[in-house]
Nanobody, 126 residues
Framework: QVQLVESGGGLVQAGASLRLSCTASGRTFSPYIMGWFRQAPGKEREFVATISVGGYITYYARSVKGRFTISRDNAKKTVDLQMNSLTPEDTAIYYC???????????????????WGQGTQVTVSS
């Protein structure tokens, strides 16, 4: 079992930056692909970013590419999401997730992830 806890959300103005962090506990998560997803009110949960086990491969949703950066520290069991140039369209609950079954590469679909955090709210005002 892996427990994931997100932190770092908040209320910011458009153009600001936020850094989300996800901390894992329980079994080591170092073998797992990690990802960030988000869900806005009235919308389905959507993929944001993912990072490979070693941290060498990353992949982003088109809507955040160039503004968001995902990173991981396996020794600290953390995965961060640096979010820059935020817009009101980025307002959502952000979830950290772990894929314990895919051996290589990255994962971009919700069904590939089997561990989820409770989420952290990000609100961007115009």
């Amino acid at each position: 079992q892996v427990q994931l806890v997100e932190s770092g959300g908040g209320l910011v103005q458009a153009g600001a930056s936020l850094r989300l962090s996800c901390t894992a506990s329980g079994r080591t998560f170092s073998p797992y692909i990690m990802g960030w997803f988000r869900q806005a009110p009235g919308k389905e949960r959507e993929f944001v970013a993912t990072i490979s086990v070693g941290g060498y491969i990353t992949y982003y949703a088109r809507s955040v590419k160039g503004r968001f950066t995902i990173s991981r520290d396996n020794a600290k069991k953390t995965v961060d999401l640096q979010m820059n140039s935020l817009t009101p369209e980025d307002t959502a609950i952000y979830y950290c997730a772990a894929d314990s079954t895919t051996a290589q590469g990255v994962s971009v679909t919700i069904n590939e992830y089997d561990y989820w955090g409770q989420g952290t709210q990000v609100t961007v005002s115009s």
